[in-house]
Nanobody
């Protein structure tokens, strides 16, 4: 089992920055790659970014490339999503997820464990 807890969400103005965190725990924590998804009201949950715990490779959705950065601190068992140049369309609940997939995946079904989410609201 992997337990995930997100934090750091809040209200920020357009063009501002925010960092959300995901604290992970579990016996096989290091064997999972981590991802961030987001879901706005009335919309499907969409992939944002992912990172490999062992290799440190990253992959981003086109909509956030150049603005968001996913990173990890293995000593703290924590994954971060640094969000810069925020836009109102970034408003959503942001979810942390863990995947046991051999390869990076951008699909929701590719992730096995999920946090409860943290709300990010970007005002104009």
């Amino acid at each position: 089992q992997v337990q995930l807890v997100e934090s750091g969400g809040g209200l920020v103005q357009t063009g501002g920055s925010l960092r959300v965190s995901c604290a992970a725990s579990g016996r096989t924590f290091s064997s999972y790659r981590m991802g961030w998804f987001r879901q706005a009201p009335g919309k499907a949950r969409e992939f944002v970014a992912q990172i490999s715990w062992s290799g440190g490779s990253t992959y981003y959705a086109d909509s956030v490339k150049g603005r968001f950065t996913i990173s990890r601190d293995n000593a703290k068992n924590t994954v971060y999503l640094q969000m810069n140049s925020l836009k109102p369309e970034d408003t959503a609940v942001y979810y942390c997820a863990a995947s046991s997939s051999t390869f990076p995946t951008v699909t929701r079904s590719g992730y096995d464990y999920w946090g409860q989410g943290t709300q990010v609201t970007v005002s104009s």
